[in-house]
């Protein structure tokens, strides 16, 4: 988290953009006040393939079960008792 002055915000607004998109997050301060935070946005995780790929391997093991020593519990039966 990096600290910098409403001035500062003013004159260099690009190049502080530029460090937010790499993932900085800043906190503005109007005469060493904090005012505000800027932070990188997180948007929307099902449309990246590599998040998908993942929810979609625990939703499979998540329906399949999981086998306690011959005793098969599923997800669903877990939640009907």
């Known amino acids: 988290m990096?600290?910098?002055?409403?001035?500062?915000?003013?004159?260099?607004?690009?190049k502080l953009i530029r460090e937010v998109e790499r993932g900085e997050e800043l906190v503005i301060t109007r005469r060493g006040v904090p005012i505000a935070r800027l932070l990188p946005h997180q948007g929307d995780r099902t449309v990246d393939p590599a998040w998908t790929a993942a929810y979609q391997r625990m939703m499979?093991?998540?329906?399949?079960?999981?086998?306690?020593?011959?005793?098969?519990?599923?997800?669903?039966?877990?939640?009907?008792?």
């Open 60 to 81: 499979a093991r998540l329906e399949k079960g999981a086998s306690l020593g011959g005793l098969r519990v599923r997800r669903d039966e877990l939640f009907d008792r």
């Open 2 to 14: 990096r600290i910098v002055s409403l001035m500062t915000v003013s004159q260099e607004f690009s």
